[in-house]
T-cell receptor, first 113, second 113 residues
Framework: DGGITQSPKYLFRKEGQNVTLSCEQN?????MYWYRQDPGQGLRLIYY???????QKGDIAEGYSVSREKKESFPLTVTSAQKNPTAFYLC????????????FGPGTRLLVL | QQQVKQSPQSLIVQKGGISIINCAYE??????FPWYQQFPGKGPALLIA?????SEKKEGRFTISFNKSAKQFSLHIMDSQPGDSATYFC????????????FGQGTILTVHP
């Protein structure tokens, strides 16, 4: 089955700790995205990558970092600099020549201990 | 300029009724307007999308109405069912965004049986 997988489903972070959220896709999509979802605020773009070894900051990149070493993988690290990390994190990828339809993973809920 | 404003924040409809969600945008470079449906604890999934060269698109019980001059578009759900209860997001893409979507704040729809 083709799709996007995110792990873990739930993640707990302690103060001062960096945590990494996994995103893997087997759709052969070039572009991948990370969003943060908070109640009443929609989806806000953290980082996106159009091709391997290249990525750009989104609207709320502070306190986050990413890498894109493989086409299939786009991990997100929530660093200790992110003071309010509790949120639902969604990974997506796009298909098609116009890269319009975004396919989302099931999400990771990050909670702070 | 990049904002997409969505209303209402929440909506309660009786089974069989019509659900209407509205969105407004400012950036005239937007050229693709999708609607996403999200169930609790899941990632959003594309529901229906429209381009500004048409004023209406219908897929089953779901219709997008688009008003280019007013820079507004709306989702109509006919014969609403309890299974339609979900959060709905409008979004927009265009210009040099290369796949990047700008999302509205979301509408929580509840359909009572």
């Amino acid at each position: 089955d083709g799709g996007i997988t995110q792990s873990p489903k739930y993640l707990f972070r302690k103060e001062g700790q960096n945590v990494t959220l996994s995103c893997e896709q087997n759709l052969n999509h070039d572009a991948m995205y990370w969003y943060r979802q908070d109640p009443g605020q929609g989806l806000r773009l953290i980082y996106y990558s159009q091709i391997v070894n290249d990525f750009q900051k989104g609207d709320i990149a502070e306190g986050y970092s990413v890498s894109r070493e493989k086409k299939e993988s786009f991990p997100l690290t929530v660093t200790s600099a992110q003071k309010n990390p509790t949120a639902f994190y969604l990974c997506a990828s796009t298909s098609g020549q116009g890269r319009e339809t975004q396919y989302f993973g099931p999400g990771t809920r990050l909670l702070v201990l | 300029q990049q904002q997409v404003k969505q209303s209402p924040q929440s909506l309660i409809v009786q089974k069989g009724g019509i659900s209407i969600i509205n969105c407004a945008y400012e950036n005239t470079a937007f050229d693709y307007f999708p609607w996403y449906q999200q169930f609790p604890g899941k990632g959003p999934a594309l529901l229906i999308a429209i381009r500004p060269d048409v004023s209406e698109k219908k897929e089953g019980r779901f219709t997008i109405s688009f008003n280019k001059s007013a820079k507004q578009f709306s989702l109509h759900i006919m014969d609403s069912q309890p299974g339609d209860s979900a959060t709905y997001f409008c979004a927009a893409k265009g210009g040099t965004s290369y796949g990047k979507l700008t999302f509205g704040q979301g509408t929580i729809l509840t359909v009572h049986p």
